[in-house]
């Protein structure tokens, strides 16, 4: 397992600035941002960011150069990943670990809980894996980067007040990063009233 550690909350913003609006795709398990043309028919990160672009490839990746692995978690055909850090792993690790289990080798190894956004944060959603559902559901998370925070209001918190930077493809999209608002978090927390499946704002630690 590798030791590295997040680059700078400035650094990790210029990077997610830099690519806005170029497409290409983000691979998880290594870091790297390739500048391809892609439509709208390119498949869904397999295990291990075999094909196509992440989400998690491109924030915490390429945005804080994180490529750290942790064999065996995250297994399954739903799974945008395995092995690597991902939303799951992330917000698991901000919050101290789950289930009673350590991951990354420790609680809040690399990540942290934000109260209120700040520029830099990645804005996130774990996913929801509802076995006992007929037929099971099974929803992939999502992180972006915060990119402004200036028109949240902290007596009427939204995530849609907050501007990010997020990977939106190929899940039906032209695959690269654009800018956007929180809605889609907002919706989410909507939807899904639960603890563990509330959105969350984590910083990477320096």
């Known amino acids: 397992m590798s030791d590295q550690r997040p680059c700078a909350v400035d650094e990790a913003v210029a990077r997610a600035l830099s690519i806005v609006g170029k497409g290409g795709m983000y691979w998880l398990g290594t870091g790297d941002y390739r500048p391809e043309p892609g439509g709208t028919d390119l498949p869904w990160t397999t295990n291990n960011g075999g094909t196509g672009s992440d989400c998690c490839g491109f924030a915490i990746t390429w945005c804080y150069k994180l490529t750290r692995h942790r064999p065996g978690f995250n297994r399954g055909a739903w799974s945008t990943c395995e092995d690597d850090i991902n939303c799951d792993s992330a917000l698991e690790d901000a ?45 992939c998370g999502h992180v972006a980067i915060i990119i402004d925070c200036s028109k949240w209001k ?24 654009v800018i956007t608002d929180g809605s889609i978090w907002q919706w989410h927390d ?9 959105s969350a704002m984590i910083r990477a630690k320096p």
């Not at 909507?190 to 509330?198: A, E, I």
């Open 190 to 198: 909507s939807q899904w009233q639960l603890p563990q499946h509330r």
């Open 154 to 177: 902290p007596d009427a918190p939204s995530y849609s007040d907050l501007v990010v930077a997020q990977c939106h493809g190929p899940n039906g999209f032209k695959p690269g990063v």
């Open 95 to 139: 919050r101290g670990g789950w289930g009673g289990t350590q991951f990354m080798g420790g609680h809040q190894e690399l990540f942290e809980l934000c109260e209120t956004p700040e520029i830099g944060a990645m804005l996130l959603y774990p996913s929801i894996h509802l076995r006992q559902h007929v037929p099971p559901f099974y929803m």
